[in-house]
């Protein structure tokens, strides 16, 4: 039995039947284009034994940087007096809204699912003058504008109720939320609803859509980070960083749940899967952003959102936004690399806008890489630019 080129679908093309050997039609290769696929920056951290270092470090050279970070640290954390007041006003609220699901007399304004906690203050990384806790409460009802003041109103009542010496004020506004104060605290109340209710929304009645959302990743988030990034470093991190994003107006576009994945990865994605000592990592954290962990074309971070879809969290940021976050982290690894450590922990904008000289060195600030395209006449002035998309539901409460 003659044999058709090996079978079936042999080197020669053929394809053995009962009749025998048959040719395979020949079609020609199509140039399609080649596949996007995303890079990772170099990180030393993770190929350094790639790249074993020429000497070691000098004795004692990486001390004063991690006593100036911890220092830091120290100064930013929020006094005992201070997460006392906060804690004891968030006890109060929660309990109230407790109070509210289990009976609600007759208040008929709204149905309350449930209410929980998120934001800095849950996750343990509050800023010392920013006293403000938050909480999500879920409506099982479809959320109207009118609703929030109501609710609002009726929480503000029962505090008042059961709490009678205590000072409290309420500040409700139309972008879904409202805020119940006293002399010493805050709570940031933000209103959601059930997932199926999102499909029901008008939006001349009920709330905004993207708002809700983002009240809703808002969970997500504080769930996610109390089961991964409880590490106390990966807090310390988070708060050094978020200091540095209110120092250095070029960093703004870095959202708080940008800052929690940026910070848990530098601190746990490691070969050893150990936690790195907070000056490596917060070294490291600046190189990754001066390499273009957040440019177009990068790997990133990515973060899978409710509806299953995996995105990368740098792509809410427009191309502007990517660059000038890039360029700062350049100017202040390039400082940092000439001893300048101390001054990158409490400096502001002018640091990256102005010549310097570390130790003989001169640092000059870099130029925009990006530059928006001159629009033509004709074209459309409201048109996205490329890279913002992503999640809608970004975690917006953090103060």
Not at 2 to 11: D, E, L, N
Not at 56 to 80: H, I, M, V, W, Y
Request: aromatic share 6%; hydrophobic share 40%.
């Amino acid at each position: 039995m003659a044999r058709g080129g090996g079978g079936r679908g042999g080197r020669g093309g053929f394809m053995m039947g009962r009749g025998g050997g048959m040719r395979m039609p020949f079609f020609p290769k199509k140039n399609f284009p080649p596949s996007f696929v995303p890079r990772h920056p170099f990180d030393m951290a993770l190929c350094e034994q790639a790249f074993p270092r020429v000497k070691p470090l000098p004795a004692g050279s990486e001390e004063a940087f991690t006593q100036a970070l911890l220092k830091r640290n120290t100064d930013l954390t929020p006094t005992p007096q201070e997460q006392a007041a906060v804690l004891n006003l968030v006890t109060m609220v929660q309990t109230a809204f407790d109070n509210l699901v289990v009976a609600p007399g007759n208040f008929d304004a709204c149905q309350v699912e449930e209410a929980r906690q998120v934001g800095s203050f849950k996750k343990g990384t509050m800023l010392t003058g920013h006293n403000v806790a938050d909480i999500v409460v879920i409506l099982k009802t479809l959320p109207t504008k009118m609703c929030v003041g109501a609710l609002g109103n009726r929480i503000l009542e029962d505090l008042k109720k059961t709490n009678a010496n205590e000072v409290l004020a309420l500040c409700t506004n139309d972008r879904g939320f409202f805020e119940i104060s006293s002399s010493e605290a805050a709570v940031r109340v933000l209103v959601a609803t059930v997932q199926y209710n999102l499909r029901k929304l008008d939006p001349e009645i009920h709330m905004d859509y993207k708002t809700l959302q983002s009240h809703l990743a808002a969970i997500r988030h504080s769930r996610w980070f109390e089961e991964n990034a409880h590490h106390s470093s990966v807090k310390v991190l988070i708060r050094l960083l978020r200091d540095l994003k209110t120092r250095f107006d070029s960093l703004e576009p870095l959202t708080p749940w940008m800052l929690d994945l940026l910070a848990h990865s530098a601190i746990m994605n490691n070969p050893s899967r150990q936690a790195l000592p907070i000056n490596v990592a917060y070294r490291r954290v600046l190189q990754l952003l001066a390499s273009g962990l957040f440019l177009p074309g990068s790997a990133s971070i990515t973060d899978r959102i409710d509806n299953g879809v995996t995105y990368r969290v740098h792509q809410t940021m427009t191309l502007e936004q990517q660059d000038q976050v890039c360029l700062t982290a350049q100017t202040l690894i390039r400082i940092m690399a000439h001893g300048g450590f101390k001054t990158v922990l409490d400096g502001h904008s002018g640091l990256i806008t102005q010549t310097t000289v570390w130790d003989g060195v001169e640092v000059t600030p870099l130029d925009k890489a990006f530059e928006k395209p001159v629009e033509k006449e004709g074209e459309n002035e409201d048109m996205d630019a490329e890279g913002t998309g992503g999640e809608e539901a970004m975690e917006t409460t953090d103060n």
